[in-house]
């Protein structure tokens, strides 16, 4: 045999056999491929979208923690601006209430820090008590001395006390004891005291520590009244701070003699505290952080870092307790 193939011209192209595709197969492939394909592209593009809103997240957060790290530095910065324009302002209003004092002492170096502490003695107190008494007589006379007034007023207030206890009132003597100091001072000695506190606010708040220590003290007698014990001072720091009519009186008042009212009244009981001598029980402690607010807010005490001080103490002594 011829081990080379047969010519073309000895092949029968009739007996070769084509293999065929079916059409639905074909069509089929071509179907899934597409499915896959676009598949594959919207995978590509949720993925590029949601690396793009990471990202854009990831921007938007290290903004925004910026912006509050600016936003915190800003209230920093105002914080000590205020602080700085308080306490400037505090100095200057310090500086005009001694220039008053100094004015009504007649000395240059004006008044000795009169505190509201317990220093031994009440001499030097009392004497700048009669030189501010004095000083109002010569820069408002009138019928009566600004002293002969006040110790008079002292000793009225000392005989008719109010009420403390005033659920046992009736109505009537409910309403006479919110009346209590006009109805006990009368008109002309409540419209001479409004004056002074009114013109003479400086010299007021200046002469008032002086004013609690002679009443706490009880042996200098000439400007408080000997029957001006610390038990009344007692009873009307109760009045002010513990009835209806006595804090109904506060609240009618300017804020500047409401919170000076209510700071002394606080000192009167927490001495009546420490001797045992508080009867009616009154507790201070829960009036200490609401008139620190108030003291701290306010800005026309020329003495506001003394009484912040103070309470600050009275509270650190109830905190401990």
Not at 42 to 60: N, T
Not at 178 to 183: F, I, K, N, P, W
Not at 184 to 199: H, I, K, N, P, Y
Not at 261 to 273: F, P, W
Request: glycine share 4%; hydrophobic share 40%.
């Amino acid at each position: 045999m011829c081990p080379w193939p047969a010519s073309p011209a000895a092949v029968d192209f009739n007996r070769v056999t084509v293999p065929t595709v079916r059409p639905g197969v074909t069509m089929k492939r071509v179907v899934i491929s597409l499915i896959v394909v676009v598949a594959l592209s919207a995978a590509l593009y949720i993925g590029s979208k949601q690396v793009q809103r990471w990202k854009s997240s990831s921007v938007e957060e290290a903004v925004q923690q910026e912006q509050e790290r600016w936003m915190v530095d800003v209230e920093k910065l105002k914080d000590e601006v205020k602080d700085l324009r308080d306490e400037l302002y505090s100095d200057t209003q310090m500086e005009t209430h001694e220039q008053k004092v100094s004015e009504i002492l007649g000395t240059p170096e004006g008044i000795a820090p009169a505190t509201a502490t317990d220093t031994p003695g009440c001499m030097d107190s009392e004497a700048r008590l009669l030189s501010f008494f004095d000083y109002l007589n010569k820069k408002y006379p009138a019928d009566k001395t600004p002293l002969t007034r006040f110790r008079s007023a002292m000793s009225r207030l000392a005989a008719a006390p109010p009420e403390i206890m005033e659920k046992d009132l009736d109505t009537l003597a409910l309403f006479r004891n919110v009346a209590h100091l006009y109805r006990t001072l009368g008109a002309q000695d409540l419209l001479a005291f409004r004056r002074w506190v009114e013109l003479e606010p400086d010299a007021v708040e200046a002469f008032l520590p002086d004013l609690y220590k002679v009443m706490m003290d009880g042996t200098c007698t000439q400007v408080v009244p000997a029957d001006c014990t610390r038990e009344v001072a007692t009873q009307y720091a109760t009045y002010f701070l513990n009835t209806l009519a006595g804090r109904s009186y506060l609240l009618r008042r300017s804020s500047r003699y409401r919170i000076l009212a209510t700071y002394y009244s606080v000192l009167v009981l927490h001495q009546a505290n420490l001797s045992g001598t508080n009867f009616y029980g009154v507790d201070i402690h829960p009036l200490l952080g609401r008139l620190q607010s108030e003291i701290a807010l306010y800005k026309g005490l020329a003495r506001k870092k003394l009484y912040l001080a103070s309470l600050e103490e009275i509270n650190t002594h109830y905190r401990n307790r």
